[in-house]
């Protein structure tokens, strides 16, 4: 780790090089934690092979600019918890993932996974800023869902510290979600006017007061995890999946009770339009304890289930 410097602007930095295994890509890989395009704390410029991500730290807001070089990669990292950062980059990176280990079974699968070969499922070592948006994205549609955590932040969260001017003049605008003693401060028509609904600001409300608990889990086998989460008020096993997935970099952990996932899974992996949880998990079977991460290849190639009558009602995934 390199010591740490001061930009122009006097926010310090630390820096950190790292190599990476031959075929991985940093852009495939951080885009993995992406909630839409409009994501509020994560940047993605794969032109470049360039990541901006902000995050709550436990020791402080951060911001990451992460660099991809053939198989060098370079973290820049900024504000109160750079230096956590630095000490984590390689879990954050997803560098601890082991996709080597992976066995491809369908043949669709074997094409995707030559053809995204590089992707490494990172872990944030953060629960609550993984858990805030999961739950935003609860009874809604992608595109409120998104809307409603970007109003969040910017309203009731804080810019990203980092660079600016001279020293990265393409630093985008990143924002880092509200702590949770925040969240505990909000009136309740504070979250209406987000456009968060009564449900989903009660959930978020219930894991803002159990944060502390919560951060505690960083490290804890996933079964206890789950349990832990689901047992919270409005958490179900949705929402824990993909803070597992995310936040623990779990490869296994598969979203049940989700609308669109099930019949993605099937027709990707069975050619078959409609489907529920219980085929979903069938069909995944062969790819424990890898099979989140048979979802993230077939997020990655775009796949889509032909429409075959009127869009199906949002189910209530939790």
């Known amino acids: 780790m390199a010591p740490a410097d001061t930009t122009a602007e006097g926010a310090a930095r630390v820096r950190v090089e790292v190599l990476a295994p031959e075929r991985y890509d940093l852009a495939a890989s951080q885009a993995t934690l992406r909630w839409g395009a409009g994501d509020p704390t994560l940047h993605i410029d794969s032109a470049r092979r360039e990541v901006w991500r902000a995050t709550r730290t436990p020791e402080g807001p951060a911001t990451l600019r992460m660099v991809q070089r053939d198989t060098e990669i370079t973290v820049d990292a900024w504000g109160k918890g750079a230096s956590w950062v630095a000490t984590h980059h390689v879990a954050l990176l997803g560098l601890l993932d082991r996709p080597d280990l992976f066995v491809p079974v369908a043949p669709i699968v074997r094409r995707l996974v030559a053809r995204y070969p590089g992707i490494h499922l990172p872990s944030t070592l953060t629960v609550f800023e993984r858990l805030a948006p999961t739950i935003l994205h609860q009874l809604v549609t992608g595109k409120e869902a998104v809307a409603a955590c970007r109003r969040l932040a910017e309203r009731f969260g804080e810019r990203a510290p980092g660079p600016a001017g001279a020293d990265a ?150």
């Open 169 to 318: 003049p393409d630093a985008p605008a990143l924002w880092v979600y509200p702590a949770p003693e925040a969240i505990r401060r909000l009136a309740p028509t504070a979250f209406t006017d987000l456009g968060i609904l009564r449900k989903q600001a009660h959930t978020l409300r219930g894991a803002a007061e159990r944060a502390h608990r919560l951060e505690a889990l960083v490290g804890r086998p996933c079964d206890e995890v789950s349990t832990v989460l689901e047992a919270l008020p409005g958490v179900g096993p949705w929402t824990a999946a993909w803070v597992l997935g995310s936040g623990f970099g779990d490869p296994d952990a598969v979203p049940t009770g989700d609308y669109w996932l099930p019949s993605m899974v099937a027709f990707a992996l069975a050619g078959e339009a409609r489907a529920d949880d219980a085929r979903m998990l069938e069909l995944l079977e062969p790819y424990r304890p890898h099979r989140l991460r048979v979802v993230a290849l077939l997020k990655r190639a775009g796949v889509r289930v032909p429409r075959l009558g009127p869009r199906r009602a949002l189910r209530e995934r939790r």
